[in-house]
């Protein structure tokens, strides 16, 4: 029995019975072994639930630095974030933090955790749009903390509501008009400001 | 013993322990009373949650539809859009609504029951939004009912990582973001290009 096991096991509960069903219990039953060994690698099911949300965060950041990295356009971070975000969608992954955010409204030190683990994602996507924007005219008035703050609750909310429909499209839909919406801010204040003017960095 | 007093003991315990800590138990410790009382009423814990949200959603219905009768232009949408959405979170009414949605991810009869309390608040946000575009070059281009979904989501993303700070200030600063991007298309789109150009749709 190791450690990885019971994150392993964790991270399938709390997918599959959201953080109500997450007791000590439920992640024992998921991956066929005594409840006891929870306590005894992690000390509480919040401890292994948050040992999770680590091994989760470390397996998409380097993916999401990849392929943002390349980005200097409002509509080219939309698609890319998209399809990144379908791809956490599908496997899970939202469904575990929005669980986790849920879960921790009550207790503080939760919450302090998950900011914690939150902060680096705010910031991959501060870094993202302030490429994306730089050298437009959107780069001095848009403010970048709040629309990397904006986009995170986005994406979490997405996941609350998409379970609500069956076929879950509405979801993505969201992307395609969040993409439009990036296109008509360039399209009116596009010609001015050539690409070869944007590779002078974020602000 | 009133059915009200039960459902009034509802709302306040999923507001404070969030729907981890919502048991029959604990919202009988709230309110007062013997927990047999709320199966009585009700039959089931999710049931009396169920009417929490119903007498919610009544209570603010009203005072969306009211404010938002009057809205003719995007930024003003936002402008009215965050100042109930301020209300809403402060009084912890956004709370109720993320955590419901998040203690439904398991279940297709919860998810069912809150689709049908979910919908007539995405068609209030439809409708908003398509008469503050009416007129504008916005009108042919934007998907109306995605953009409805989004904004939905928003509220509830929000929440959701909102409750991660201390000062709770991001969440509102966010809707100052949206304001601008709604003022920016706007001003793009404005008086210096006769709404009769911009019809062809984005590039």
Same mark, same amino acid.
Do not use: C
């Given at each position: 029995?190791?450690?990885?096991?019971?994150?392993?096991?964790?991270?399938?509960?709390?997918?599959?019975?959201?953080?109500?069903?997450?007791?000590?219990?439920?992640?024992?039953?998921?991956?066929?072994?005594?409840?006891?060994?929870?306590?005894?690698?992690?000390?509480?099911?919040?401890?292994?639930?948050?040992?999770? !949300?680590?091994?989760?965060?470390?397996?998409?950041?380097?993916?999401?630095?990849?392929?943002?990295?390349?980005?200097?356009?409002?509509?080219?971070?939309?698609?890319?974030?998209?399809?990144?975000?379908?791809?956490?969608?599908?496997?899970?992954?939202?469904? !575990?933090?929005?669980?986790?955010?849920?879960?921790?409204?009550?207790?503080?030190?939760?919450?302090?955790?998950?900011?914690?683990?939150?902060?680096?994602?705010?910031?991959?996507?501060?870094?993202?749009?302030?490429?994306?924007?730089?050298?437009?005219?959107?780069?001095?008035?848009?403010?970048?903390?709040?629309?990397?703050?904006?986009?995170?609750?986005?994406?979490?909310?997405?996941?609350?509501?998409?379970?609500?429909?069956?076929?879950?499209?509405?979801?993505?839909?969201?992307?395609?008009? !969040?993409?439009?919406?990036?296109?008509?801010?360039?399209?009116?204040?596009?010609?001015?400001?050539?690409?070869?003017?944007?590779?002078?960095?974020?602000?």
């Amino acid at each position: 029995m190791t450690k990885a096991r019971i994150i392993d096991a964790a991270l399938e509960t709390i997918k599959r019975e959201g953080i109500v069903g997450s007791s000590a219990r439920a992640i024992a039953r998921t991956g066929g072994f005594n409840q006891a060994l929870i306590f005894y690698h992690f000390g509480s099911v919040d401890e292994v639930l948050l040992a999770a !949300v680590d091994k989760l965060s470390a397996t998409r950041m380097a993916s999401y630095e990849q392929h943002l990295a390349g980005v200097r356009s409002l509509p080219e971070l939309v698609a890319v974030g998209a399809r990144l975000y379908a791809e956490d969608l599908r496997d899970g992954h939202i469904t !575990v933090l929005a669980q986790m955010l849920a879960g921790s409204s009550s207790s503080p030190e939760l919450s302090r955790q998950l900011r914690e683990r939150f902060t680096p994602w705010i910031d991959l996507a501060r870094g993202a749009i302030a490429r994306a924007v730089a050298g437009t005219p959107f780069e001095q008035v848009l403010p970048v903390d709040d629309l990397a703050f904006a986009v995170t609750s986005l994406f979490m909310g997405i996941e609350l509501l998409d379970h609500l429909d069956d076929d879950r499209a509405r979801g993505q839909a969201v992307f395609g008009t !969040v993409e439009l919406v990036a296109r008509l801010m360039e399209s009116f204040a596009g010609p001015s400001a050539p690409a070869g003017d944007r590779q002078t960095g974020p602000a």
